[in-house]
Nanobody
Framework: VQLVESGGDFVQPGGYLRLSCAAS????????MAWFRQFSGKEREAVAI???????FYRGSVKGQFAISKDAAENVLYLQMNSLKPEDTAMYYC??????????????????????WGQGTQVTVSS
């Protein structure tokens, strides 16, 4: 499975971006997918996850601000990011894994459970 992100850019506070992740080698119904971000010098953190059955998870700090979706026909994963803040500045990664990430209401959000990764796309929010 190959994942290629795009859409990262330099944007002013309050602006918006839509990240895309094009996948090849797998269909979206067979993998759970996620967007992670990594701040300079920090560990990667899950921002949003969409499970194999379409259920979604959001990191608390981005609820209501970001939205994850997928176009199964085109094999593209999206992350709509609105009302961007300087603290959203990070490298954003697309990830996928061939398993469900939800168990009894709990979500597996660790980077270690994801098998496939894209190369990342930089998002910079600054005035």
């Amino acid at each position: 499975v190959q994942l290629v992100e795009s859409g990262g850019d330099f944007v002013q506070p309050g602006g918006y971006l839509r990240l895309s992740c094009a996948a090849s080698g797998a269909t979206y119904s067979s993998v759970s997918m996620a967007w992670f971000r990594q701040f300079s010098g920090k560990e990667r953190e899950a921002v949003a996850i969409i499970d194999m059955d379409g259920s979604t998870f959001y990191r608390g700090s981005v609820k209501g601000q970001f939205a994850i979706s997928k176009d199964a026909a085109e094999n593209v994963l999206y992350l709509q990011m609105n009302s961007l803040k300087p603290e959203d500045t990070a490298m954003y990664y697309c990830a996928a894994t061939p398993r469900s990430l939800r168990y009894g209401g709990m979500w597996s959000t660790s980077p270690s459970v994801f098998r496939y990764w894209g190369q990342g796309t930089q998002v910079t929010v600054s005035s």
